[in-house]
């Protein structure tokens, strides 16, 4: 059985979400993300 790893990632974050669970996420994170939901 041939196995395949993925060669591309997405990040994406949610501050909402973050903030309703309290995480508190670093700038530099939200910077670098691929799509950032308010």
């Known amino acids: 059985m041939p196995v395949q790893a993925p060669t591309e990632f997405e ?3 949610n501050q909402k ?4 669970v309290g995480v508190r996420l670093p700038s530099a ?3 670098r993300a691929d ?3 308010e």
Not at 17 to 20: D, K, L, N
């Open 35 to 37: 799509d950032v939901i």
């Open 17 to 20: 979400a973050a903030r309703q």
């Open 11 to 13: 990040l994406i974050i």
């Open 29 to 31: 994170l939200i910077a």
